[in-house]
């Protein structure tokens, strides 16, 4: 099944500029003109940033805009990226995140892990970094065990923290009952 287009502005990375909201582009109007560039004269270059928020007391200014577009739905709650497979119906604020959601439907996971072997595929570039830092580079294990006959390290000083607790018999974190919620605070072991 492919992603359909949403109803709303459309824009993308590298497509023209519209908006949300009947927000205006810098120079130009809600109808999605192009902005004028800053300056005047020859060779004077756009602005970095010449895209800008209209709403009341937002100062935000953006170099694209698509940016402006889903900066934009913060100010509207509009979410027009409408997932399309059959009873979802998860909405986003901008067609890429609609695109990367898809692949939880159709189990695509088109980043593989290229370490020799290793056959690893996931769903996101980030996380496929995040599984090439874990598991194939070396990282140094900066906080060690200080208990006798231990020897442990670990690669974040909180997992040491918790790992410490095991030896004198706490819990790592305490839990507190308040107007009917339960909240988990991680005591301060410093």
Same mark, same amino acid.
């Given at each position: 099944?492919?992603?359909? =287009?949403?109803?709303?502005?459309?824009?993308?990375?590298? &497509?023209?500029?519209?908006s949300? %909201?009947?927000?205006?582009?810098? &120079? %130009?109007?809600?109808?999605?003109?192009?902005?004028?560039?800053? %300056?005047?004269?020859? &060779?004077?270059?756009?602005?970095?940033?010449?895209?800008?928020?209209? *709403?009341?007391?937002?100062s935000? /200014?953006?170099?694209?805009?698509?940016?402006?577009?889903?900066?934009?739905?913060?100010? /509207?709650?509009?979410?027009?990226?409408?997932?399309?497979?059959?009873?979802?119906?998860?909405?986003? /604020?901008?067609? *890429?995140?609609?695109?990367? @959601?898809?692949? #939880?439907?159709? &189990?695509?996971?088109?980043?593989e +892990? /290229?370490?020799?072997?290793?056959?690893?595929?996931?769903? #996101?570039?980030?996380?496929?970094? !995040?599984?090439?830092?874990? $598991?194939?580079?070396?990282?140094?294990?900066?906080?060690?065990?200080?208990?006798? =006959? +231990?020897? $442990?390290?670990?690669?974040? @000083?909180?997992?040491? !923290?918790?790992?410490?607790?095991? @030896?004198?018999?706490?819990?790592p974190?305490?839990? +507190?009952v308040?107007?009917?919620?339960?909240?988990?605070?991680?005591?301060n072991?410093?």
């Amino acid at each position: 099944m492919a992603v359909e =287009g949403a109803a709303g502005s459309e824009s993308a990375p590298g &497509g023209g500029s519209s908006s949300v %909201g009947g927000a205006a582009v810098a &120079g %130009g109007s809600s109808d999605g003109s192009a902005p004028a560039p800053a %300056g005047s004269g020859v &060779g004077s270059a756009p602005a970095a940033r010449s895209f800008i928020c209209s *709403f009341p007391g937002c100062s935000a /200014t953006f170099n694209k805009g698509w940016r402006l577009d889903a900066h934009l739905c913060s100010h /509207t709650g509009a979410r027009p990226y409408v997932c399309q497979y059959e009873g979802c119906g998860k909405s986003f /604020t901008r067609d *890429f995140h609609r695109t990367r @959601h898809f692949l #939880t439907h159709s &189990g695509e996971r088109p980043f593989e +892990c /290229t370490a020799e072997g290793c056959n690893q595929k996931f769903g #996101t570039k980030s996380n496929l970094k !995040k599984h090439v830092q874990r $598991k194939h580079e070396n990282q140094q294990k900066l906080y060690s065990c200080n208990f006798e =006959g +231990c020897g $442990k390290s670990f690669k974040k @000083h909180q997992q040491l !923290k918790v790992h410490l607790c095991q @030896h004198t018999n706490e819990p790592p974190f305490k839990l +507190c009952v308040q107007e009917r919620k339960l909240l988990i605070y991680w005591k301060n072991l410093d």
